[in-house]
């Protein structure tokens, strides 16, 4: 390739629809822990860990797919 050629970026819509379907699979992991619950008093704490799981998971895919991008970027500029 090269330098005045313009990289094309195939696969950007990809990681936004797996990152869609991790949110969607996290609410639909929510919505069941909040079914099974019984006791109101247990919903609570349990949906708030569950909150901070998820977040731990958004932003641990988020950080990978962005060191990802980096080490192309090394990649494709030598």
Known sequence: MRRDEKRQSYGT???????????????????????????????????????FIAIGFVFYFLIRRKNIIQRQDIYHKK
């Open 13 to 51: 819509l990809l990681p936004n629809i797996f990152f869609s379907l991790q949110v969607i699979a996290i609410l639909l992991i929510l919505s069941l822990i909040v079914q099974f619950v019984e006791l109101f008093n247990l919903a609570i704490p349990i949906i708030l860990i569950s909150c």
